[in-house]
């Protein structure tokens, strides 16, 4: 059974798409495709359907040479079984999961994406949507850290279990 990971975000065109074709690419790299897999979702519904922002698009070409696949759907109660780790990018995200798990049962497998940063010391992914070109920028370099960090510390701590 591959490790299953998912990247969620408020509208599922910005950053947690940005994670999820960022972390894809680490692993292609890695040779763990068959290993990992990951998904992306938002906590609202005002984008599903949507492909990437396209400002997310130009700094992702930009920074790293990738282009950026997806379209937008809404994180589910479902999704709680479905993945063994989701990653919020930032608090309020955290907190709209944790709301829809009310018991508490699927704690465990929710975290903040910055938690796996090592060069950054930012603790949330800043939502980028109303501002510039720096914001997009700024998503890239920080997702690149915390996905290389993510990377590691599963194939540290799961893939060995
Ligand atoms: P994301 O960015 O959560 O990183 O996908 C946003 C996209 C859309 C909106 C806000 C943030 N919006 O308000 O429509």
Request: with cysteine; charged share 20%; hydrophobic share 35%.
């Amino acid at each position: 059974m591959p490790y299953k990971l998912l990247f969620v975000c408020l509208g599922n065109i910005c950053r947690s798409p940005s994670a999820e074709n960022i972390m894809n690419h680490l692993i292609d790299r890695a040779g763990l495709s068959d290993c990992i897999l990951c998904d992306s979702a938002g906590t609202s519904s005002y984008h599903i359907g949507s492909p990437p922002d396209r400002r997310m698009s130009t700094a992702a070409t930009a920074k790293l040479g990738i282009k950026l696949r997806g379209q937008a759907r809404q994180f589910q109660k479902l999704d709680f079984q479905d993945f063994d780790m989701i990653l919020a990018m930032d608090q309020e995200n955290y907190q709209n999961i944790l709301a829809l798990d009310p018991t508490g049962q699927y704690h465990d497998k929710v975290y903040l994406m910055c938690k796996f940063c090592s060069q950054h010391t930012l603790k949330e992914v800043p939502d980028p949507y109303y501002g510039g070109v720096e914001g997009f920028n700024q998503v890239i370099d920080l997702l690149v850290d915390a996905c290389e960090g993510l990377l590691e510390y599963i194939t540290n701590q799961q893939l060995k279990a």
